[in-house]
């Protein structure tokens, strides 16, 4: 079955740097589009990144330039790079698959879900 795994989360500082990895098992992963979403307590899940099949990327205008989306077809992963946290960015980080891209700004528009990891960003 799909599997999405994300790694990487963990406890940082504000200002610091993290690198969040997403392992993609059980699909043809280069047919599908990827993201990774967060969500923080008491907010609706948001889209942070996105990656199309082909290698184009979307950022909200609100995170361009701290965050960095790339994936590695030859290793079926994707990878979030998020520089100069902050505090709001606490939360739990998804990363998610579609294979259509006709909604990719939506959470509706993915088939396939990770389980998330943790990231928390202290003052």
């Known amino acids: 079955q799909v599997q999405l795994v994300e790694s990487g989360g963990g406890l940082v500082l504000a200002g610091d740097s993290l690198t969040l990895t997403c392992a993609a098992s059980?699909?043809?992963?280069?047919?599908?589009?990827m993201a990774w979403f967060r969500q923080a307590p008491g907010n609706e899940r948001e889209l942070l990144a996105a990656i199309s099949k082909r290698g184009t990327t979307y950022y909200p205008e609100s995170l361009k330039g701290r965050f960095t989306i790339s994936r590695d077809n030859s290793k079926n992963t994707v990878q979030v790079q998020m520089s100069t946290l902050k505090p709001e960015d606490t939360g739990v980080y998804h990363c998610?698959?579609?294979?259509?891209?006709?909604?990719?700004?939506?959470?509706?528009?993915?088939?396939?879900w990770g389980q998330g990891t943790q990231v928390t960003v202290s003052s």
């Open positions: 059980g699909l043809t992963f280069s047919d599908y589009g």
């Open positions: 998610a698959a579609a294979q259509s891209w006709s909604k990719f700004v939506v959470d509706s528009g993915y088939d396939y």
